[in-house]
């Protein structure tokens, strides 16, 4: 079955499933099976290329004012994740969302909606969904970039965010096993490549993973038939799916 984007607020999903769309870049959709939807990092506009001449390799799958969240959650405050261009669009449709984000982030939207500060000691739940904040290590880039726990009926996705494979800063995610992780592959800008994503599902016995951060600008870089290759060699126990921008995949 194909699972369009568009269409996440009319689909019911089964039974301690999740379906994840991609939304291109680091952009993500999980919907779980509670009916709770949770966007991260969605990039939607041109607003790297105004800033800093990175243009799109492709369309944005949807419309802003088509995106559709309970909860948004934001790594980080470089602007493919942190959209400026798309902020007020996007909150004007989900006015009753929450917000989780580091404080740098938050600092930079200008709206009354429910923000939380990403903080470690400090998990978010709603509607049987407990979201946690973990470490990433993006360097002096942005040193309070973080990765986000996702947990419900004791299915856990983690999403790394953009960092590098620093074992003792992402020692507490491993330490959790997630069964799905989403990890950054593109190897720039001090990211994880496609050989040390795939060493990082190794050391998370990672069961599912799709990829993120590739494609979306050529500066970006990221091979998935690399990260696939990598994958094999080092974590043959986890299913990689790769998807194209707006498809969903049910896990």
């Given at each position: 079955m194909d699972f369009d984007v568009k269409q996440v607020?009319?689909?019911?999903?089964?039974?301690?499933?999740?379906?994840?769309?991609?939304?291109?870049?680091?952009?993500?959709?999980?919907?779980?099976?509670?009916?709770?939807?949770?966007?991260?990092?969605?990039?939607?506009?041109?607003?790297?290329?105004?800033?800093?001449?990175?243009?799109?390799?492709?369309?944005?799958?949807?419309?802003?004012?088509?995106?559709?969240?309970?909860?948004?959650?934001?790594?980080?405050?470089?602007?493919?994740?942190?959209?400026?261009?798309?902020?007020?669009?996007?909150?004007?449709?989900?006015?009753?969302?929450?917000?989780?984000?580091?404080?740098?982030?938050?600092?930079?939207?200008?709206h009354e909606q429910r923000f939380i500060t990403a903080e470690p000691d400090k998990p978010f739940e709603i509607c049987n969904l407990t979201v946690r904040t973990v470490p990433a290590d993006h360097g002096d880039l942005s040193p309070d970039a973080v990765g986000y726990m996702m947990c419900m009926n004791d299915r856990m996705v983690y999403f790394t965010g953009d960092t590098a494979l620093s074992e003792d800063v992402l020692q507490e995610a491993i330490n959790v096993q997630p069964e799905i992780v989403i990890p950054c592959i593109n190897g720039a800008f001090g990211n994880l490549s496609e050989e040390q994503a795939a060493v990082l599902l190794q050391k998370c016995n990672a069961k599912v993973s799709i990829p993120s951060h590739f494609w979306l600008f050529a500066e970006h870089g990221g091979s998935p038939q690399k990260f696939l290759d990598d994958a094999k060699r080092y974590s043959p126990q986890t299913k990689v799916f790769l998807l194209t921008p707006g498809q969903g995949q049910l896990i």
């Open positions: 607020g009319q689909v019911n999903v089964a039974s301690n499933k999740i379906i994840v769309y991609w939304l291109g870049g680091s952009g993500f959709i999980f919907k779980f099976d509670s009916g709770i939807t949770v966007c991260i990092d969605p990039y939607l506009s041109n607003s790297v290329e105004k800033l800093c001449g990175f243009k799109r390799l492709s369309l944005p799958p949807l419309h802003p004012c088509e995106l559709r969240f309970d909860v948004l959650l934001i790594t980080h405050d470089h602007p493919d994740h942190l959209d400026a261009d798309i902020i007020d669009d996007i909150f004007e449709t989900n006015p009753d969302s929450y917000v989780i984000a580091p404080q740098s982030c938050l600092e930079k939207i200008n």
